[in-house]
């Protein structure tokens, strides 16, 4: 009895996500479509029904941080999304993108570490963006060991030449700095 019960509450959770997540795709449209207040209006009010939906949030940070550029917001919602769905993969790649973007290396090196573990993460992104933030930070060594494994991580032949090309940059630095 308490099995059945069980699978009646996760059916009728999921069957909520469901409709939520219709009304954050039409969001999402809105939004890239430069209907951004449209947009952030539904996401807003389905906070309301939903307010410890991490992907929810995630949508929210998303916006904030490519179309408000409201960094403050974005940061609170992508930690949010976070807390509420530690193993999406998304929220991590943005907040890292975040505290790159506020030349906050160390913390864009530690969020993308921890989400490049995750479920369906864009591990090849991640990579690329902690060699740069390591190269930023002038850690060329570490630089170069990150875009090796996100060298390894593609099969796409258009990225492997954007990775060579990134080592080949940070061994000249690393020759710069030597010859200083």
Known sequence: MATSHLRKIKFLNFMKLEWI????????????????????????????EEPGYGSLHNHLGWAHLYYTLNYEQAEVHLKAAIRFQADFHAPYLHLGTLYYRQARYAEAIGILTIGSTKPFAYKTSMLDMIGQAYEMQKEYKLAIKAYKEAMLSTLAS????IYSESIKRCKRKRWTVLLK
């Open 21 to 48: 997540d219709k009304y954050m795709a039409e969001a999402e449209r809105l939004i890239t479509d430069q209907q951004v207040d449209s947009g952030l209006n539904i996401l807003n009010d389905l906070l309301f």
């Open 158 to 161: 258009h990225e492997m030449n």
